[in-house]
């Protein structure tokens, strides 16, 4: 039988290992290659029985008492369970008012669905800029990008970290517009103890299987404070015959995961703060920013690097990146891009096809730009000197590998000379100067 169990148990922290040779250079990684792989979502023997139970009852009571119960969770007014993140983005927007030729402010950095649901509801994203720190949509950014056309602005709570509330919503309101959350990544995500996804006006939220919180394969939600707003999504699922439904199946495994919800973002929490504190130690590494009052989900672990404080201010960050990558991913640690160039410059963004011959784009001409990395000079910098953890901070990354993480990056931070030498031998790009990649 294949079985996701682990052959064996990570050993404890050894401080000998962080001084030794680096696994790039024929050393010992910190994470043995068997032991490298972590599994999520965890399917225990309720599950099971939740999804055995469920096929006695009618399939639509499942999906509404799972969205309900979510709903409740959340604090939303109302919810609209959806096959998938992008679709429950796309009824979000809906919700809120969003029509034909209308402009949506959305931020550079993300994931490309936040921008396709904008085309899908026939709108016309308009990209900006985000925060140095944050690395959400810069309020002053947006503020800066509305037009008597704009009818929404798209926050996106990137890596789970929620975008500046306060004066998003303060903005939207001052100009008449909606505010719409793309909540996908910010699962128990809050601000001022207020969760995410109960924000807006309207929001949409991904539930697939590799989120923090994951349902049984694909599946998502959107949210609507007004049940005006909820009609009308609805009414316009009803008109044009879409089929947005969730499977029951989804509903079913979301509704005993959603039990264990606190128990996955409390373990997160631990392992952020603890790969945090230990960052803080190594010079070269600095861990993601969190503003006062906001509770940061973990979707994804941003680390950023400071090649000043270890002597390697001489080099391009970016090529330093590049070679710390690779010194990680050598002692077993899965560090990544995850994007590598801003959403405006994906092919969708750059060749406007649409649904062809230009549309909705060819509704609203003056909203469109050719956009080059370079006029997001924030995203382009942040792109160019971080690294993410994406899914290694979860339940049930054990705590010793977590340990290992934070022990890996001290040994590749103590080794500038290791850095300086794969920078010199090594024929590095800049981020955006690669194909365009998603994730």
Same mark, same amino acid.
């Given at each position: $039988? ?49 999804? $055995? ?16 119960? =979510? ?22 927007? /809906?919700?809120?008012? /969003?029509? &034909? ?30 925060? &140095? ?28 970290? &929620? ?66 707003? =909820? ?14 439904? $969730? ?15 606190? =128990? ?68 077993? /640690? ?62 049930? /990354?054990? =705590? ?40």
């Amino acid at each position: $039988m294949i079985t996701d169990f682990p052959s064996r148990p990570l050993p404890l922290p050894d401080a000998a290992e962080t001084d030794a040779e680096l696994a790039a250079f024929g050393g010992g990684p910190m994470i043995p290659k068997d032991l490298r792989r972590s599994v999520f979502p965890v399917i225990t023997k309720e599950d099971v029985f939740n999804l $055995m139970l469920s096929q006695r009852s009618d399939p639509r009571r499942v999906v509404a008492d799972f969205a309900e119960e =979510y709903r409740r969770y959340v604090g939303a007014s109302y919810a609209l369970p959806t096959a998938s993140g992008t679709s429950s983005l796309h009824l979000a927007l /809906v919700g809120a008012g /969003v029509e &034909p030729g209308d402009e949506v402010i959305v931020p550079a950095f993300t994931f490309i669905a936040t921008a396709q649901a904008v085309v899908a509801a026939h709108a016309i994203p308009v990209f900006v800029d985000i925060d &140095p720190l944050t690395y959400c949509m810069d309020p002053q950014a947006a503020a800066a990008a509305i037009t008597p056309r704009t009818r929404a602005i798209m926050p996106v709570h990137v890596h789970g970290l &929620p975008a500046d509330v306060p004066r998003l919503r303060a903005l939207a309101d001052r100009h008449g517009i909606a505010f719409v959350e793309d909540a996908s990544h910010a699962h128990s995500a809050s601000v001022d103890g207020r969760i995410a996804g109960s924000f807006g006006d309207a929001a949409g939220q991904s539930l697939m299987a590799d989120k923090n919180f994951p349902l049984g394969g694909e599946g998502g939600i959107a949210f609507f404070k007004e049940a005006e707003s =909820y009609e009308r999504a609805s009414d316009y699922l009803r008109h044009h015959g879409i089929d947005y439904g $969730m499977s029951w199946v989804s509903a079913a495994f979301g509704s005993s995961q959603l039990e264990r919800l606190p =128990y996955y973002d409390e373990v997160r929490a631990r392992n952020a703060a603890l790969i945090a504190e230990s960052l803080e130690g190594t010079g070269l590494f600095a861990p993601p920013h969190v503003p006062d009052g906001h509770v940061h989900a973990y979707n994804m672990y941003r680390v950023s690097l400071r090649p000043q404080e270890i002597g390697l201010e001489d080099l391009p960050v970016w090529a330093v990146k590049e070679a710390v990558h690779e010194l990680l991913v050598a002692e077993g /640690v899965p560090a990544r891009e995850w994007q590598n160039t801003p959403i405006p410059c994906h092919l969708p963004f750059r060749h406007r096809a649409g649904f062809g011959n230009g549309y909705p784009f060819t509704l609203n001409p003056e909203a469109v730009r050719d956009h080059r990395p370079e006029d997001f000079p924030v995203t382009l910098g942040m792109l160019e000197s971080t690294l993410v953890l994406c899914r290694e901070l979860r339940s049930p /990354v054990e =705590y010793e590998r977590a340990l290992r993480y934070a022990d890996a990056f001290h040994k590749v931070a103590r080794r500038p000379d290791a850095i300086r030498k794969l920078v010199s031998e090594g024929d590095y790009r800049r981020p955006q100067e690669k194909a365009a990649r998603l994730g």
